[in-house]
């Protein structure tokens, strides 16, 4: 059984950083990634890493985000810096398994006060 568990979340002043983790099992995972949610909208990718360490980064994230993972612990790590308050948003781990399977986490909410 597959499972995705996030933790890192929370308040932060703009400005600040905030780590996010991300520990999965289950299966062998290829793509991991992060995506958010803002309330209101549509959720959009942040971040995406390849089992062999290729990045994909949204636009806005390039520079303030840094995504990565360690396939020994099938965890991927989201590095938040220069928050801002337009950040703020649940965000979501996600996996795609060998078997070619996605699945998400239960998500973790990020809140940027100014």
């Known amino acids: 059984q597959v499972q995705l568990v996030e933790s890192g979340g929370g308040l932060v002043q703009a400005g600040g950083s905030l780590r996010l983790s991300c520990a999965a099992s289950g299966s062998i995972f290829l793509t991991m990634g992060w995506y958010r949610q803002a309330s209101g909208k549509q959720r959009e990718l942040v971040a995406t890493i390849s089992r062999s360490g290729f990045t994909n980064y949204a636009e806005s994230m390039k520079g303030r985000f840094t995504i990565s993972r360690d396939n020994a612990k099938s965890t991927v790590y989201l590095q938040m810096s220069s928050l801002k308050p337009e950040d703020t948003a649940v965000y979501y781990c996600?996996?795609?398994?060998?078997?070619?399977?996605?699945?998400w986490g239960q998500g973790t909410q990020v809140t940027v006060s100014s």
């Open positions: 996600y996996a795609l398994t060998s078997t070619n399977r996605d699945y």
